[in-house]
């Protein structure tokens, strides 16, 4: 059973930055990402990343958010610049390991106007 623990989230003024991490329990050497959820909204595909460093995008964040990972560390980052009052949501991280994937428990993002 793998285990993601989410940190960095919180309050920034649109137009601020964070940057989340999340680090998993064992190694990882598969697809790992993150999802969003706004209240009443479903949850969102961010980004995602391979263990080789190709990722991919959702077209609301691309070139404003980066996400990367460090695998000797297991953990992924996104890297959220140029925030913007929608882009509050709660922030899952994600992990694909053969058919199965994993969660995180999410951290709150807030981007206040």
């Known amino acids: 059973q793998v285990q993601l623990v989410e940190s960095g989230g919180g309050l920034v003024q649109a137009g601020g930055s964070l940057r989340l991490s999340c680090a998993a329990s064992g190694s990882i050497s598969s697809v790992m990402g993150w999802h969003r959820q706004a209240p009443g909204k479903q949850r969102e595909l961010v980004a995602a990343i391979t263990s080789g460093g190709r990722t991919n995008y959702a077209d609301s964040v691309k070139g404003r958010f980066t996400i990367s990972r460090d695998n000797a560390k297991n953990t992924v980052y996104l890297q959220m610049n140029s925030l913007k009052p929608e882009d509050t949501a709660v922030y899952y991280c994600?992990?694909?390991?053969?058919?199965?994937?994993?969660w995180g428990r999410g951290t709150q993002v807030t981007v206040s106007s």
């Open positions: 994600y992990v694909d390991i053969g058919a199965n994937r994993y």
